[in-house]
């Protein structure tokens, strides 16, 4: 199938997306939206390369077929992992006339504005951590920045799983904002690379220094969608705007619909697609 005009797709892992995806549409509520969670395999943070390119290509192509014209990659790990070879290779060989765009580069156009010390801090899956994509777009943009990661592999499970406001979770995010901030005492502005980690926010801010910024990274990329359709009119004729928003899981669906609530902050009906 080849439509020319569609919805704006959002691709995620999971359910993190969808806190990205809700400002997304706060900020651009004329258009049409169709987010995909890939819930049968995620998480995707502690999986190879390899595999998470195959995962994020299937689940990009099953919205380009259906006639988005854009995709967002609402996942960091998919971001850091994939979307480099889907936008120089898939798109090029299958779908020139598409678009699809990560959630790396708006966040770090930010990031590097916002910090005095130009000292940086980031809290990622492995995944992202290991890929170094954000210290590789900040080497381009902010040369003079200095990022330091710390990887946090329990945060997403804590958040699946509901665990936000228990003691584990309070024992791993001081673990790792510890650990984060020990690595320089002048970092001032601070990533929440993942769009789980939004919901630990509170967990989080007992262990920060006040004058550490934390960025939401929703907004950024809700912001930055906004200003790249206005200036690709091309891509932005062939939204479709209804106003109307659409969900797709690959597991099961009771299972997206009662968890989507708290990352999207409504309920919400979905159906259920399997990706080849």
Known sequence: MNKSHGPIGVFDSGLGGLAVFHDIRKRLPQYDFLYLGDTARTPYGTRSFETIYRYTQQGVATLLDVGCPLVILACNTASAKALRNIQQKDLIANYPDRRVLGVIRPSVEVVGENSQSKKIGLFGTPGTVRSDSY?????????????????????????????????????????????????????????????????????????????????????????????????????EERCTKGGKAKFMTTGAVDLFEENAEIFFGKKIKAEHVELK
């Open 135 to 235: 210290k590789m777009e900040l080497d381009k943009l902010f040369p003079d920045v200095t990022l330091y990661q710390e990887a946090c592999p329990m945060w997403v499970p804590l958040v699946e799983n509901n665990e936000i406001n228990t003691p584990a979770a309070e024992y791993f995010v001081q673990k790792h904002v510890e650990a984060l901030l020990s690595q320089d005492s002048d970092i001032d502005t601070i990533i929440l690379a993942c769009t789980h980690y939004p919901l630990l926010i509170d967990q989080i801010m007992k262990f920060i220094p006040e004058h550490i910024k934390i960025l939401d990274q929703g907004s950024l990329v809700a912001d930055k969608l906004d200003d790249y359709l206005k200036r690709h009119q091309e891509i």
